[in-house]
Nanobody, 120 residues
Framework: QVQVVESGGGLVQAGGSLTLSCVISGTIFSINGVGWYRQAPGKQRELVAAISSGGRTTYTDSVKGRFTISQDNASNTVYLQMHSLKPEDTADYYC??????????????WGQGTQVTVSS
């Protein structure tokens, strides 16, 4: 079984910064990639940033230049550094990890989410 736990959310003023953490634990053979998603009230969940096991990153246009995704492979932790936050960044942020629990058996697990609120 794989567990995904996010932390680091909170209330911040516009222009401020937060760093979210996502720890993936349990029976893990390999992790192929991790994505940070967000869902604002009344909106669909969207991909914010993703990182592959090899370190390749991708970002949605609205956060490019402000957010940075990174990983610590030794601890199976993925970070999302968020700078120059805007009120429109307010959302619940979720981490999704994909990989294998053993060779040939994959997993895709979500965390419970962490709330980010940016005040104007």
């Amino acid at each position: 079984q794989v567990q995904v736990v996010e932390s680091g959310g909170g209330l911040v003023q516009a222009g401020g910064s937060l760093t979210l953490s996502c720890v993936i634990s349990g029976t893990i053979f390999s992790i192929n990639g991790v994505g940070w998603y967000r869902q604002a009230p009344g909106k669909q969940r969207e991909l914010v940033a993703a990182i592959s096991s090899g370190g390749r990153t991708t970002y949605t246009d609205s956060v490019k230049g402000r957010f940075t995704i990174s990983q610590d492979n030794a601890s199976n932790t993925v970070y999302l550094q968020m700078h120059s936050l805007k009120p429109e960044d307010t959302a619940d942020y979720y981490c999704n990890g994909r990989g294998q629990v053993r060779e040939g058996v994959g997993f895709g697990s979500w965390g419970q989410g962490t709330q980010v609120t940016v005040s104007s």
